[in-house]
């Protein structure tokens, strides 16, 4: 999302329906393969509008630039040891989730 521009209504769905959550909660979208983690320094609700609409452009800049990323096992070893505090959204199949703090 440009900062000249007004959110989508996307986009304040998803705000709005992203909360904080814990690992073990987590662990059952880690299994199924549906885990994507986002980096700190980009905007976990601006990830998940461009998952749910299809922007396969934007997706794909980010995993290639190491940006988002399905959870690997040591990921989830490192989240489960640790249980950082940790914000979620949903956009089916997947669950975005990215550590702060």
Same mark, same amino acid.
């Given at each position: 999302?440009?900062? /000249?521009?007004?959110?989508?209504? *996307?986009?304040?769905? *998803?705000? &709005?329906?992203? !909360?904080?959550?814990?690992?073990?909660? %987590?662990? $059952?979208?880690?299994?199924?393969?549906?885990? %994507?983690?986002? /980096?700190?320094?980009?905007? %976990?609700?601006?990830? &998940?509008? /461009?998952? &749910?609409?299809?922007?396969?452009?934007?997706? +794909?800049?980010? %995993?290639?630039?190491?940006?988002?990323?399905? +959870? +690997?096992?040591?990921? !989830? +070893?490192? *989240? /489960?040891? $640790?249980?950082?505090? *940790?914000? !979620?959204?949903?956009?089916?199949?997947?669950?975005?989730?990215?550590?702060?703090?």
């Amino acid at each position: 999302m440009k900062d /000249a521009e007004s959110p989508s209504p *996307l986009y304040l769905k *998803l705000l &709005a329906e992203t !909360a904080q959550i814990e690992w073990s909660e %987590l662990q $059952r979208f880690f299994a199924r393969g549906v885990l %994507l983690k986002v /980096a700190r320094d980009i905007d %976990l609700v601006s990830v &998940a509008e /461009a998952v &749910a609409s299809d922007n396969t452009k934007q997706v +794909t800049e980010w %995993l290639s630039a190491g940006l988002v990323e399905r +959870t +690997t096992p040591e990921t !989830a +070893t490192d *989240l /489960a040891a $640790r249980n950082p505090e *940790l914000w !979620a959204v949903v956009v089916s199949p997947w669950v975005c989730v990215q550590e702060r703090g």
